[in-house]
């Protein structure tokens, strides 16, 4: 079972910037689309952004779009989340989590998940 661990949370200012990765130390994430995911307190899990399986494609909301970027190695088995000009309205658990066999990513059909990393936006 393809085992996902997020690390790179913390707490940083508004304005700030923080790296996300997932990882994992068993199997390739080649074969995966991969997704990150976030969930406020009592709100509903939202995507963030999901790369294909070969990263030739991401895509964002538009929440994010144009402060978050999403990159991969698939040598290193690591996926990336940069997220820059961080907001208050950020603060989440991130998750990332990979699908087998599609280019999107829906929390509905992900198949494996990892145990989240907070981010707190706060001054």
């Known amino acids: 079972q393809l085992q996902l661990v997020e690390s790179g949370g913390g707490l940083v200012q508004p304005g700030g910037s923080l790296r996300l990765s997932c990882a994992t130390s068993?199997?390739?994430?080649?074969?995966?689309?991969i997704g990150w995911f976030r969930q406020a307190p009592g709100k509903e899990r939202e995507g963030v952004s999901c790369i294909s399986s070969s990263g030739g494609s991401t895509n964002y909301p538009d929440s994010v779009k144009g402060r978050f970027t999403i990159s991969r190695d698939n040598a290193k088995n690591t996926v990336w989340l940069q997220m820059n000009s961080l907001k208050p309205e950020d603060t989440a658990v991130y998750y990332c989590?990979?699908?087998?066999?599609?280019?999107?990513?829906?929390?509905?059909?992900?198949?494996?998940w990892g145990k989240g990393t907070l981010v707190t936006v706060s001054s």
């Open positions: 068993r199997f390739t994430l080649a074969n995966y689309a």
């Open positions: 989590a990979a699908v087998i066999y599609r280019s999107t990513c829906s929390p509905l059909y992900m198949n494996y």
